[in-house]
């Protein structure tokens, strides 16, 4: 694998539900980020790890719940999210926070039913 | 704070005539400034970047841009449009403010090419 993979590429989930999405980074970065992408709108940027270490949470619901266990994953944790949290959340990592050269995963679609 | 204007949700032009992509920005310090393509099912990839220097940057795939300070533009263009590059577009703006730089996107462009 190179570059930055993501699982599952694509997701259906009931608003009860819990799921999680993955991502790995294979480019020895330091940085990962969670971006949300939604039809007609710029790409929201979600939370950004540094070093394992969170250094920005852009006042995203508690319903979404990053975890990095080291700096070449990253996870994001979801559970009870509503219709509108339907898009294709995308995962970057650069090699570090003050990266100006982000590479992006291929990003999952998610579905909420 | 910043932001990123890309004119045009959707522009369409004929296989082998010039592509013109539109992107403004407003920024309160000199910014670096990116161009990334998305393909169907696929995430962005870096086309050009401009951080110092010449304002002219040349990218991947013959596409190129340049850095208009005075009209706070940053252009995309390529001679020549491909079928292949039939894909969505993203202006993108990050301050020069060390150790804390943050993308920030335009809404998009999709590109479409007519035979």
């Known amino acids: 694998e190179t570059g930055v993979t993501q699982t599952p590429r694509h997701l259906v989930m009931g608003m009860t539900n819990k799921k999680s999405l993955k991502c790995e980074q294979h480019?020895?970065?330091?940085?990962m980020y969670w971006y949300k992408q939604s039809a007609k709108k710029p790409l929201e940027l979600m939370f950004v790890y540094s070093l394992e270490e969170r250094v920005e949470n852009n006042s995203v619901p508690s319903r979404f719940s990053p975890e990095c266990p080291n700096s070449s994953h990253l996870f994001l944790h979801l559970h009870t999210l509503q219709p509108e949290d339907s898009a294709l959340y995308l995962c970057?990592?650069?090699?570090?926070?003050?990266?100006?050269?982000?590479?992006f995963g291929p990003g999952t679609r998610l579905t909420v039913l | 704070a910043q932001s990123v204007t890309q004119l045009g949700s959707h522009v369409s032009v004929s296989e082998g005539a010039l592509v013109l992509l539109r992107c403004n920005y407003s920024?309160?310090?000199?910014?670096?400034l990116f161009w990334y393509v998305q393909y169907p099912n696929q995430g962005l990839q870096l086309l050009l970047k401009?951080?110092?220097?010449?304002?002219l940057v040349k990218g991947i795939n013959g596409f190129e841009a340049e850095f208009k300070k005075s009209e706070t533009s940053f252009h995309l263009t390529k001679p020549s449009a491909h079928m292949s590059d039939a894909a969505e577009y993203f202006c993108a703006v990050s301050d020069q403010n060390f150790g804390n730089e943050k993308l920030t996107f335009g809404t998009g462009t999709r590109l479409t090419i007519i035979p």
């Open positions: 480019l020895g970065h330091n940085a």
């Open positions: 920024s309160s310090v000199p910014p670096y």
């Open positions: 970057a990592s650069s090699q570090d926070s003050g990266g100006i050269e982000q590479f």
């Open positions: 401009y951080t110092t220097g010449a304002t």
